[in-house]
């Protein structure tokens, strides 16, 4: 029925969403090529990101207060959308896993010649390679440096799972407040998520530090890739994330949820505990197994 649709206004956020990304995705790329005069590209490609973010939650904002109060229509609308998008993370994850578990179980096997079929490929092109992982020897050194460690399950690794954890647990305390019409409580333990947020992201970049100290690199073969680029961008997701989640909290001190109409904070919610749930696989899989 046509009482049942909501259609958004015509935005150009999109597009220039669009072309900020494609501009930092060349600038990053260069930039890892070893092109200095990149980084121009990728501050740039930076700020028009921020500045459409910040036009994108201004329209959100916007059209919550105004409209979403009491419409069965656009609530139920935007409940599918966030579904959706969190559908689009899980399956950009999974690609990087998909390609963890393929050079694991199908590659490593076949460049050490235990695949059956396969060996010649090792007896052919790297007869002394053992592939194991963390793969610490690469086919060949004198092309790709091997790392010279591998990050351990303990420490930094470990207190992140924990503050992650911890983290979905005091979200969900904020939202019980939330719900119970106690907002000073709920502003309080979201501050607290906000919080462990950073602090997650500043102890990864500890660990970030260490491991370059210790010859871990992007560069150090296809452990490296791997591990920065799971984990790296898990990171990036932290990040946006927190500034989500800072955005609600402001909001909550300007008033702008009830405990019948606060939907934003509930997709900030379900975005953090998928952000939860993704470091636990990382941390099985990455770090662990």
């Known amino acids: 029925m046509e009482n049942d649709v909501h259609i958004t206004p015509p935005s150009y956020l999109p597009i220039i969403g669009s072309v900020a990304f494609l501009i930092l995705m ?8 070893g092109s200095h005069s ?7 490609g930076m700020a028009l990101l921020t500045y459409i973010v ?16 009491g419409d069965a229509v656009l609530d139920r609308s935007m409940r599918w959308s ?26 490593l096997p076949q460049l050490s010649g235990l695949v059956e079929r396969k060996v010649m490929t090792h007896t052919l092109l790297w007869p002394t390679f053992k592939g194991g992982w963390p793969l610490m020897t690469t086919p060949d050194p004198n092309i790709v440096t091997p790392p010279k460690m591998a990050m351990s399950v303990r ?41 462990l ?37 898990h990171g990036l ?15 909550m001190r300007l008033g702008h949820f009830s405990k019948s109409s606060h939907f934003a904070f509930e997709a900030a919610a379900w975005y953090w505990h998928f952000v939860d749930v993704v470091w636990l696989a990382l941390f099985v899989f990455v770090y662990w197994i």
């Open 26 to 33: 060349i600038g990053v790329g260069n930039w890892l090529h």
């Open 38 to 44: 990149a980084l121009f590209a990728v501050f740039s």
């Open 54 to 69: 910040a036009r994108w939650f201004s329209v959100v904002i916007k059209e919550n207060k105004t409209v979403l109060a």
């Open 82 to 107: 966030m579904i959706w998008f969190i559908f689009t993370e899980f399956m950009f994850f999974a690609a990087f896993f998909g390609v963890l578990f393929y050079v694991r179980s199908w590659v």
């Open 155 to 195: 420490g930094i690794p470990a207190f992140n799972t924990a503050v992650l954890l911890l983290s979905g647990v005091t979200i969900t305390i904020s939202h019980f407040y939330i719900i119970k019409d106690k907002m000073v409580s709920a502003r309080k333990w979201m501050l607290a998520t906000v919080l």
């Open 197 to 233: 947020g950073c602090l997650f992201l500043f102890m990864q970049l500890v660990e970030y530090g260490h491991a370059y100290q210790n010859g871990l690199t992007f560069s150090s073969g296809i452990y490296g890739n791997i591990f920065f680029m799971m984990t790296g961008f």
């Open 237 to 251: 997701h932290v990040l946006i994330g927190s500034i989500i989640l800072g955005v609600i909290y402001v909001r």
